[in-house]
């Protein structure tokens, strides 16, 4: 997965919910939402709202694998909300999300995950401006853990980072690793990998060697509201062949 260029972040370095360690355990670490409301439209198809104290989220074609773009209205406070329809919103912005689903807040910070992802699990984090601030994807296999949290107004994401390589770490390892180092896909500062991990080995094991893969590996990332993100890496690499 090349959509996050590691040599411009700090460290130079699911479904939405099939990541998380339990169904709802990452909805649990964001901001709870002031109400949500789905309706059907003939024009846009399912229309998902979701309605914070200053920001109204609205998502069409919700009921697809591929929703539409999504659009972010601002909320004065004590104002009243808008209604939940497909049609025009004043004061809207419009944002390109579309095959992705919100997951949620935490802040001043938007989580969007891809709806249909194939291998990794791309998502992205948006400010209530519609700006995108940071991209990266996650890990396919289910039940790892996943969480946010604010720290000082920054917010602070960790996962198992999954991208889908160009090459097979199952096959050759070294060879493999060195050239997404020099790709920037994963930082120059991880430990280089001479041999096969365990765990791609395990993975492989019904598996053509050289089918590419997806890497994986735990990450902590801090995310400031200006956008500056710090990932650092905190655990083993491993893999799983892509689909």
């Known amino acids: 997965m090349r959509t996050l260029a590691l040599a411009s972040i700090a460290f130079a370095l699911a479904w939405p919910c ?25 024009a846009a198809g399912q229309v998902t709202c979701t309605y914070y104290a200053d920001l109204m989220v609205r998502e069409t074609g919700t009921d697809s694998p591929d929703p539409d773009d999504a659009m972010l209205v601002p909320l004065a406070r004590g104002s009243v909300r808008p209604a939940c329809a497909a049609g025009a919103l004043p004061g809207g912005i419009a944002v390109k999300t579309e095959g992705y689903g919100l997951e949620g807040r935490r802040g001043g910070f938007l989580v969007w995950d891809a709806t249909d992802p194939n291998g990794a699990m791309p998502f992205m984090v948006m400010n209530p401006g519609g700006k995108v601030m940071f991209q990266d994807g996650l890990s396919p296999t289910l039940g790892l853990s996943r969480a946010a949290s604010l720290q000082g107004g920054s917010l602070r994401l960790t996962y198992t980072r999954g991208f889908n390589a160009n090459c097979s770490l199952a096959q050759r390892a070294e060879t493999c690793w060195a050239s997404l180092v020099a790709a920037g896909d994963v930082p120059k500062t991880m430990p280089s990998l001479k041999t096969t991990p365990a765990s791609c080995a395990a993975a492989y094991r019904k598996t053509p060697k050289g089918d590419p893969s997806v890497v994986t590996y735990k990450v902590d990332v801090t995310l400031t509201p200006a956008g500056k993100a710090t990932v650092l890496p905190i655990g083993a690499v491993g ?5």
């Open 18 to 42: 099939a990541a998380s360690a339990a169904p709802d355990a990452f909805a649990r670490s964001l901001d709870r939402p002031a109400a949500t409301k789905v309706v059907q439209s003939k």
């Open 239 to 243: 893999c799983q062949p892509q689909p």
